[in-house]
């Protein structure tokens, strides 16, 4: 069984748990405040196991299925280790990762929360970006390449990030995403040629 699959019965399951006890949420759930000042960090990595509805958990595993198994074929091929331990190290890192900036910028703010695995989902998209910056993405059924599909992605969650108008975690849909793109890079550095190789090949 693929290591993307198995990620993905483990965050159904512990989501679902979280839909029936909201005390589980209450206790796992992202609180920078309650990472700084009570110490409790299991906080950076079980929140991502957490979702807020049901549209919320299909969105974040429909994508981590779509492009997980095609992610973990890329870090075999390319990547140096086993490339079921290299996801898994690069998803949950990426968890972590992708709530830094959250972190730094709501560490005083008790009533900060956030769930979902949603910078990691990003973080493996754009992983598969790096590999395959032409390959079609499809975003309400409407063909996408996705490099272009990435950099409004980025442009996006920065723009509403700034604003700050709804209850989106679009620090961490961003920073996923950049760790998604540099993670690869940093065990390979040859992949960035390639990467500007495939983007040149179309000129």
Do not use: C, T
């Amino acid at each position: 069984m693929d290591i993307s699959f198995i990620i993905i019965i483990v965050i159904v399951l512990v989501s679902i748990a979280g839909f029936n006890q909201a005390e589980l949420i209450y206790k796992y759930q992202f609180n920078a405040w309650q990472i700084k000042n009570r110490k409790e960090y299991i906080r950076w990595i079980s929140h991502g196991f957490f979702h807020g509805s049901w549209m919320h958990l299909f969105i974040n595993m429909f994508v981590l299925w779509s492009f997980g198994r095609p992610v973990r074929m890329y870090f075999m091929q390319s990547l140096p280790g086993n490339s079921s331990i290299v996801f898994l190290f690069f998803f949950f890192s990426a968890i972590v990762i992708s709530s830094i900036y959250s972190y730094l910028k709501e560490k005083n703010n008790y009533n900060y929360n956030a769930i979902g695995a949603s910078g990691a989902v990003s973080a493996v998209v754009f992983a598969s970006i790096l590999y395959d910056p032409f390959r079609i993405i499809y975003l309400y059924f409407i063909p996408i390449p996705g490099i272009l599909l990435g950099i409004g992605y980025l442009i996006y969650s920065r723009v509403m990030a700034e604003r700050n108008a709804d209850n989106i975690g679009h620090d961490a849909h961003f920073w996923g995403a950049v760790y998604g793109f540099v993670f690869p890079i940093l065990l390979n550095p040859s992949l960035l040629v390639r990467f500007f190789k495939e983007l040149l090949s179309i000129f």
